[in-house]
């Protein structure tokens, strides 16, 4: 793998992360510890260094396991944890942004990782209730006191994000330095508003789910349809949408002689570098084959197919403003002419 500056930090990351959510079988799937192994193992070998979890994975079992795995070489990766999900049911301050939650949710983060630091704690959600102020304060002081390095913000809306980030810039606190969407084929409504800040703003994007639980995989297009039109399958309703998008990414990878899984991971990679795809797998053969999609390059031709698939309506304002009328009156008739600053964002 190669390696990138995360957003507008120095941290170095490459350009593959591993997900840990599968590791421990609290929840009635995925990976027993020595599955674990292997495939964290396999991961350091294509030179993976982002290990990605949280406090809640399995019950707190996914940051034993990865504590484990780190033993003896934790300086050489980068690990991200996350807090604002309950750990405890009928303790309201056993979850959400909140200082106190904070607090609690990154000492009993470092102990199940048995580190004395993390490289990049996430808000794992935005709670919609909690200052923005407040977070931002606590976030500043964690990392103040040395027990995290870098911060970030999953699952949150682009209005939180940037007024965080303002925040931040004024009273001298701690920026973020990514922020964490889930972005697939079939999940691009983060290109309206989340991906243009994160361009705008210099943070870097870890995407979680580029496969959409498998969908894109393709083992579930073949399934029966209802008179809802959706598409029932094994565990798992599709929309027409989500199999149009799965059945063209399936045509491509053979096409290229390649799996719908390698196509769909090399599609973000696509995207750019900001973008740092969070592998998620329960097997090894699994790792191993979303591993193989850093070998696979799509042709223009693929990724216009693939874009006309999965294209979704950018809405208001975006559409208003790109219309050829608006713009005029905008520009004074000069849009064809202007050269827009390097960092311009439509």
Known sequence: ????????????????????????????????????????????????????????????????????????????????????????????????????????????????????YLDLLWVHAWDGVTPVEETMRALDDVVSSGRVHYVGFSDAPAWVVARAQTLAAERGWTPFSAIQVKYALTERTVERELLPMARALDLGVLVWSPLDGGVLTGKYVDGQREG???????????????????????????????????????????????YVPILGARTLDQLD???????????????????EASAVEMGFPHDFLARPAIRNILFGGTYDQLDAPNDYVE
Not at 24 to 44: I, K, L, N, P
Not at 54 to 79: C, H, K, M, P
Not at 246 to 254: K, L, M, P
């Open 1 to 116: 793998m190669r390696y990138r500056l995360l957003g507008n930090s120095g941290l170095r990351v490459s350009e593959l992360a591993l997900g840990t959510m599968t590791f421990g079988e609290d929840w009635g799937w995925g990976a027993g510890e020595d599955a674990c192994r292997e495939m964290f193992e396999r991961y350091v070998e294509a030179g993976g260094n982002v290990v990605d979890t949280a406090n809640n994975y399995t019950n707190g079992t996914s940051e034993r396991i990865v504590g484990d795995l780190l033993d003896g070489r934790r300086d050489e990766f980068v690990v991200a944890t996350k807090y604002s999900l309950s750990t405890r049911d009928g303790d309201p301050n056993a979850s959400g942004n909140g200082r106190k939650n904070l607090f609690q949710s990154v000492d009993a983060s470092l102990e199940r990782l048995d580190t004395d």
């Open 228 to 274: 809802d039109g959706r598409v029932t399958t094994t565990g798992r309703d599709l929309t027409e949408y989500q199999e149009r998008v799965a059945r063209e990414v399936v045509d491509v990878a053979a096409d290229l002689d390649v799996t719908p899984a390698q196509v769909a991971i090399a599609w973000v990679r696509a995207q750019g570098d900001r």
């Open 289 to 307: 084959d979303n591993l193989a999609a850093l070998d696979v390059s799509l042709t223009d031709d693929h990724l216009a197919r693939l874009d």
